[in-house]
C-alpha cells in the first residue's frame, strides 16, 4: 500500500509566489518517491498579521467570531495558489478549505479544537492520484460557522489530518533548521537537536519556544505520529524528529531552555480566606475560555484572614480577564486592588532526562541568583522548571542556564547525563 505524507508549509515557505514554485517542488519530489501527498499551507507571509491590525485599526475588542471569519481567509488564498503552482508542473492537484476537507471543530471561536476530520473524500482523490492542498488553520462547527484554533495552529491542522488519514509522517517544513536547545536568536551557540520527544516538545512549546503550535504536539503524541521539523529552504538538512520518549535516549538532565514573552502577571490582592474562593475565581475565568498558566497563592495574613492570588495569562486574554475579575470582585468579597504586570518572562528548563536526577531545580536557582536574577513566581512539572522573572533580564537568563545545563556545545550528542560542579 501507498504511504501518505502530510507536509505542512509555514506562512515564510509560502510568502510569495517565488516560494510558492520552491513548494511545489518540494511536493511533487515527495510525490515522486512513491507516497500519496496531503500538503497544509499556512496564509502567506504576514498575512495573518497584517488581517489582524486592521482589525485593530476598526474596534479595540473585535468580536471573536468576526476575527475567525477574517484570519481564515488568508489561508484560502496559499491553497489555491499553490495547488495551481502544483498543477501547472503537470501534477493533478486540488485545494480544499476546511468545510470542503471536513473538519470538525467545537463550538469555540479562536480557540476550536478538532473533533473530526471526514477522511471518505480525501482518501477517494489520493486513490485517484491526486495531490490535496488544505487550508490549515481553519474548521467548521457542526452549523457551519467557521472557527480556528488561535495563532500558529495550521501546524495543528496538518498533524490532525495525518492522524486521520494513519499518515506515515508528518513533516513541519518552516524557516528554521529544526528545533534547537533554545532560541538561536537569543543564544547564537544554539544547538540542533536530532531528535526530541512529545513530552519534552510539548513542555518547550508551553514554554514559549515558538517552533510547534503546541497542540500539534498534543495531537501527535496521542496519535503517535511521528513528527519532522524542517526548513523549507535547506533541504539537505533532514531537521529534528519528534517521537515517543520511550524511543529515546535520556543521556542529559535538560534538553532545552525557552522563554516566553507572552504572558501577563495577574495578583488579586486580599481574597478572603476561606473555601470556595480560588474555585469560584478560576471557574469564572475558565467559563471564559482563559486559560491560566502559573498559580501562587499566599499564605493567608492572620491579621485581615485574606490572601492573595496571582497568576499568569496569555497577553492576548488580558482585557478579558481584568473584565471577568472586576465582574467577580464583590461576589467574592475582594477588598484589595487587581495588579497587571506586563513586564515580565517565563524561562523554563525542559528535559525528560530530570526526571530521577537530583539537583535540577537547584542549578536552575543557583544559575539565576548568580546573575542577579530575581524569581517571582516558580512552577514545575514532571520535566519542566519554569520561573517567572523580570523581562529586561529574560535573555540573560536564558544565556545562563543554556551554559549551566552543558547546552552550549556544538554536537548534542556529546553531552553527557552528569550535572556538571557548580
Ligand atoms: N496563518 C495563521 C497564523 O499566522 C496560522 C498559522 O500560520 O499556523 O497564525
Ligand atoms: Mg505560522
Known sequence: MRKIIVQKFGGTSVADTEKIKNVAKIVIKEKENGNDVVVVVSAMGHTTDYLVKMAKDLSPNPSEREMDMLLSTGEGVSIALLAMAIQSQGYDAVSYNAMQA???????HSKARILDIKTDKLKQNLKDGKIIVIAGFQGVTEEGEITTPGRGGSDTSAVALAAALNAERCDIYTDVEGVYTTDPRVVPHASKLKEISYEEMLELAHAGANVLHPRSVETAKLNNVPLRVRSSFKLNNLGTLILGVDKMELNKPVAGVAQDLSQARIVVCDVPDKPGVAAKLFSKLASENISVDMIIQSYARKVSNTNDIAFTIDKSDLNKTLVALESLKAEIGVTGDIEVDENIAKVSIVGAGMIDRPGVASLMFETLAK????????????????????KAQSAQAVKALHTAFNLDCCDIADVKGDLPNV
Open 102 to 108: 471536513g473538519i470538525l471543530t467545537e463550538n469555540i
Open 371 to 390: 546573575q542577579g536574577v530575581n524569581i517571582r513566581m516558580i512552577s514545575t512539572s514532571e520535566i519542566k522548571i519554569s520561573c517567572l522573572v523580570d
